[in-house]
Nanobody
């Protein structure tokens, strides 16, 4: 399975971006998926995930600013990011939750800077 993230960009503080995640393998289920990020010099961290009951759980650092959603027909996952801060700068990834090591893609770079 290859997961492909896209939508990253350079954005000013306070700006917004929407990230997308799609699987290259047809028939891949987008249930039990999550978003993660890795800032320079730091370990990869959890950002958001969809639980088995369909609720979304967010990391405290992004709660109220990020929204995770999906389009079942397109088999695509989204992460809407609003009120971006410089500390949101990172490479963003999608993967199962909990993550499967062989599923990590290239990620998409988000840089928040003026």
């Amino acid at each position: 399975v290859q997961l492909v993230e896209s939508g990253g960009d350079l954005v000013q503080p306070g700006g917004s971006l929407r990230l997308s995640c799609a699987a290259s393998t047809s028939g891949f289920s987008i249930d039990a998926m999550g978003w993660y990020r890795q800032a320079p010099g730091k370990e990869r961290e959890f950002v958001a995930r969809r639980t088995a009951l369909g609720t979304i759980v967010y990391a405290e650092s992004v709660k109220g600013r990020f929204t995770m959603s999906r389009d079942n027909a397109k088999k695509t996952l989204y992460l809407q990011m609003n009120s971006l801060k410089p500390e949101d700068t990172a490479v963003y990834y999608c993967n199962r939750y909990p993550p499967i090591s062989t599923y990590w893609g290239q990620g998409t770079q988000v840089t928040v800077s003026s």
